[in-house]
């Protein structure tokens, strides 16, 4: 990511008292970003939404029976999340490997 595209992500978080930059001790070029408090709390508090929202779906939508399934389920699709195979771009109908 550029510089600047970071930069402009950052300024609305910045703002809202979520994030604080500094100085890197170590290499005064570079700026280091940490996460406040607040911005702790909110991304807590995120997370809490996500997890109650898939409670009430897989209480809703997965029936009894498939139920069984889901620690399989989870187990692979953490695999390929975690895998290191490149991501594909597609390109007028194409696909290329995209190096990270």
Not at 3 to 11: E, I, N, R, V, Y
Not at 55 to 83: G, M, Q, T, Y
């Amino acid at each position: 990511m550029r510089p600047q595209s970071m930069a402009s992500g950052l300024a609305p978080m910045e703002q809202e008292g979520l994030v604080v930059r500094h100085r890197d001790p170590a290499d005064g070029r570079r700026m280091l970003i940490g996460a406040t408090e607040k911005g702790r709390e909110v991304v807590q508090s995120v997370l809490e939404l996500r997890n109650a929202w898939l409670a009430a779906a897989v209480d809703e939508v997965v029936l009894p029976e498939e139920r069984d399934v889901l620690p399989v389920l989870i187990d692979i699709l953490n695999r390929l999340a975690d895998s290191e195979v490149p991501p594909v771009a597609r390109r007028a109908g194409r696909q290329k490997a995209v190096s990270l």
